[in-house]
């Protein structure tokens, strides 16, 4: 099997690493930063089964040129792209996943499910952690109910060692993170479908692993969970964990227009705020520091006749054989895992959200097997 991975950037590097270790794939890495391309050959290539290209992603005749000659792709670049990237692989006829990260690009992607059966390819999006690896587990949780009341999930990337001033490091795209801090979160609230205020319904957690913690409303996470199980529950939603303290302190960055992407026309300069933010960001905060990922979904409704929840829990480390951070294992391998079930025939074709296509059995013992290991609680 053929696969093309595009974005050499932390979770295309995490996405290679995983499937390089099937004997049976051969990868080709396409990026725009040749420099990054030869480190990641010079780490991962022992095999031989590893070929790099250097090209800018934007490129659509070069893109569709390397699908055409893949089984499978996976976009592991920013959500921008992904549009793009999803109707050139319909014209390929290559089955295509991705790391998602916007809830209007992936509703665009959808609108292209006749165009993906006619071409006989199987296209998700937002097959990273959150959205992603959560929309199975929940698939997988949900199961196990006679009739559903509530999905709440919690999720969170954090340094094992925060730093002031936002007790964070940059551990995946930071246009992405700034996108799920202001864009619209949707959510099902008394059994309907509605849109609330990103970085809001602060509340205090604890993880025995870690102590206490904080989550607050965040766009994304529940992607195409909201049309799956919206008209089943009465209540879902999805927030993001953090160090306590840090909600209050991003929300003041935006609530002074800081994160906007209007322009601001200076005089001798014209710039988005949200662009300064971004740069200052990565300047400024820790990254490629040991990491630590949290997961909690929470599932209740009755079984049995009695009313019970079902705790899905998973903490992962950075791990320093690999030297992969605990967000790229549990970023970069659920994408690993759905693109090798696409490529070996095990989903359906079109545009389908995972939830639903993915076996999720096999794909939690796929990640079991990876030392992504849930630990299931009934209450």
């Given amino acids: 099997m053929k696969v093309l991975v595009l974005g050499a950037g932390r979770m295309g590097y995490g996405v290679t690493f995983d499937l390089l270790r099937s004997p049976d794939i051969e990868v080709t890495l396409a990026d725009v930063d040749a420099r990054r391309l030869d480190l990641i050959r010079d ?43 999803t109707e050139v692989a319909i014209e390929a006829g290559v089955s295509f996943c991705d790391l998602g990260g916007n809830n209007t690009v992936v ?11 006619a071409a006989g390819v199987t296209i998700i999006p937002d097959c990273g952690l959150a959205p992603g690896m959560v929309c199975v587990l929940v698939a997988d949780a949900t ?12 999720v969170g990337g954090l340094p094992v060692n925060p730093k002031p001033p936002l007790d964070y490091q940059i551990v995946f795209s930071v246009e992405g993170l700034i996108n799920e801090y202001v864009e619209p979160v949707r959510a099902i609230r008394n059994g ?26 965040t766009s994304g996470g529940l992607s195409t969970l909201v049309k799956t199980f919206g008209s089943k529950v009465r209540e879902m939603d999805y927030k993001t964990i953090r160090y306590p303290g840090h909600c209050q302190k991003f929300k003041l960055l ?15 300069v014209k710039v988005a705020p949200r662009k300064v933010l971004a740069r200052c960001l990565l300047d400024r905060l820790p990254k490629d520091e040991p990491d630590i ?16 929840c079902l705790t899905y829990e998973l903490v992962d480390r950075y791990d320093e054989q690999s030297g992969l951070s605990a967000m790229m294992r ?41 030392g992504l290991v849930i630990t299931k609680l009934w209450r």
């Fill in 43 to 85: 780490k991962l290539d022992a095999s031989g089964r590893l070929t790099t290209v250097c090209m800018d992603i934007s490129n659509k005749a070069e893109v569709l040129r390397l699908m055409r000659e893949r089984t499978v792709a996976v976009g592991c670049v920013s959500y921008e792209y992904n549009l793009m990237l």
């Fill in 107 to 117: 509703d665009a992607q959808f609108s292209l499910d006749e165009q993906a059966q």
């Fill in 143 to 154: 199961k196990a109910f006679d009739e559903l009341d509530s999905i709440k999930i919690r």
């Fill in 192 to 217: 309907q479908l509605v849109e609330l205020e990103p970085m809001t319904e602060l509340e205090e957690l604890e993880f025995e692993a870690i102590g206490r913690l904080e989550a607050f409303n």
């Fill in 254 to 268: 935006i609530d002074l227009g800081l994160a906007s992407a209007h322009v601001l026309d200076l005089g001798s």
């Fill in 293 to 308: 990922v949290l997961i909690r979904l929470t599932v209740m409704g009755n079984k049995d006749g009695q009313r019970r």
């Fill in 330 to 370: 549990t970023t970069a391998f659920p994408a690993s895992i759905i693109a090798q079930m696409m490529a070996r025939g095990k989903v359906c074709k079109g545009v389908v959200p995972q939830e639903l296509a993915i076996p999720s059995g096999e794909f939690v013992a796929e990640l079991e097997k990876r």
